[in-house]
């Protein structure tokens, strides 16, 4: 019953998002295309003021597409988000909660097939990326190959040569993104599933308040971080003075990230189970 | 209030629906108030009442959409759950399904989600009515669309139907459409409680009645054997019993 869930909430959202991934495709081709021209006007011998105005205008086509592309993770954010709301608290809520299947399910199935779109979406953003760069790449001469070669070779080398500070950093994402998740699906719950009245404000309600709660909590073990990097712990990657260094606090923060899940998801649970009021 | 039999006596088997002091209220409004009242099974009931009476609340409660707020309510003598759930068909005074999805797509969950549900059935009478299954929802008018609705809700082999006002806003033909659909189309020995304002459309239809007035079972029973000792048809007896609320 599981997969079926999923089946039916991966379509429900496919088809919000797909027009969004489409779009996305529109945007790289276009921001490839601008940036081959950016590329071969950067390295090309033409007019000082026409190359100028070629570059500023390439360069800012260019740098707002890649922004745009940005938003499009928030835009899918926002959608699923939206979806989630439509489903569970107004008309289609009448289906959701009559399906013969158990609240857990129900979340956990909407839970994964959001994670996976989030997924899809992060890659085609990331994906267009290096199509927009490798415009660049193909014109721009070897100078400025040579350039975004070394800026991209010292990207991947931080990262593999890291990994006592890349493997916790990508633990505080994970579970940072998780815990995101549930807890706004159990903001809207029971902002808006319980209360009877204005459930939308409700909903946008408690996820702020929600999140507010949250990330004070969170801050003081950020707080906490920080203040060990400023007074000198490098990163923190040794621990021979037992201060508290990078590393373990974004170990923490997952640990309180999981924990958070936890939370949220056993509410979420509840609410569907036994407050929801589908008035 | 004692509670009603609408066969007129005890009842030999479990009922279909037991309410047993239910009463539910929104913040200080009650919407229904130490209802208890008991349905056979196999009848189709109509729920019957003014505006506000708790036709809906009630039904949502047996659908488990809403939870009471004291008393207990039975589905063939269990509390609602994922176990009632699939054996309840619910058909919501709206549209629930997802505008964007194409009828198929809706024929596909009924068969994933509800394992007494008769696909070909359900096929045979959408092509009877020419609904289009790769249309959008949203394409399609909003007579064809709640058609839709009724024609999956009662293709399946459910033990209880819950109909919250089927023919309410339809014109006088989609009335007999959907009247005649429920009587042909439902499980047989199957419960169908309808709830509805509009009696005198369907009153042919009725085994049994309850009234409901301000969240109270005012008035209950047999529909034949109550026309029979009033000499009143249930339209006229409704209007009757109304009049003094």
Partial sequence: MFLKLFKHDWKSLSRWLVPVLIGIGGAAVLGFINALVLGATGSGNTDGRTKEALLFSTFTGTALIAMALAAALTVIAVLIFVKFYKSMVTDEAYLTFTLPVSAGRLIGAKFLSAALWTVIGAAAVFAAWIIILSGIWITGGSTLRGEVGEITRDLFNMIWENPQIMIPMFAYALTGAVRVWFQVTCAILFGAAVVRKNKALAAVGMVLAVNFAVNTILSLFGIAGMFSIVMGASYGITQDSGELTLPAVLWIQSGVNVLLTAVFWWWSVRIARKSVNIE | ?245
């Fill in chain 2, 1 to 245: 209030m004692q509670y009603d039999n609408i066969a007129g006596s005890a009842p030999l088997t479990v009922p279909a629906v037991g309410c047993y002091g239910l009463t539910k209220t929104y913040g200080a409004a009650p919407a229904l108030s130490e209802l208890s009242v008991e349905l056979p099974a196999g009848k189709i009931i109509g729920l019957l009442g003014p505006n506000g009476s708790g036709k809906t609340t009630l039904i949502k409660i047996l659908a488990g959409l809403l939870r009471p707020t004291a008393g207990d309510v039975r589905i063939y003598g269990k509390t609602p759950s994922e176990e009632t759930k699939a054996e309840v068909s619910y058909l919501p005074e709206r549209m629930y399904f997802d505008p964007g999805m194409k009828v198929e797509e809706c024929v596909v969950l009924f068969r994933d989600f509800y394992r007494d549900f008769d696909e070909t059935r359900a096929r045979s009478m959408l092509s009877v009515l020419g609904v289009p299954t790769d249309r959008k929802l949203k394409t399609l008018s909003k007579g064809t669309r709640e058609k839709v609705q009724l024609v999956l809700v009662m293709a399946r082999r459910a033990k209880l139907y819950l109909l919250d006002e089927p023919i309410g806003g339809v014109d006088p033909a989609a009335r007999d459409f959907i009247l005649s659909t429920i009587v042909a189309a439902h499980n047989p020995g199957a419960t169908v409680l309808v709830s509805t304002h509009l009696i005198r459309d369907v009153e042919p239809v009725l085994d049994g009645f309850v009234f409901l007035s301000g969240g109270r079972a005012v008035m209950s029973g047999e529909a034949e054997k109550v026309r029979n000792e009033s000499g009143k048809s249930l339209d006229e007896l409704f209007r009757e019993v109304f009049r003094c609320f």
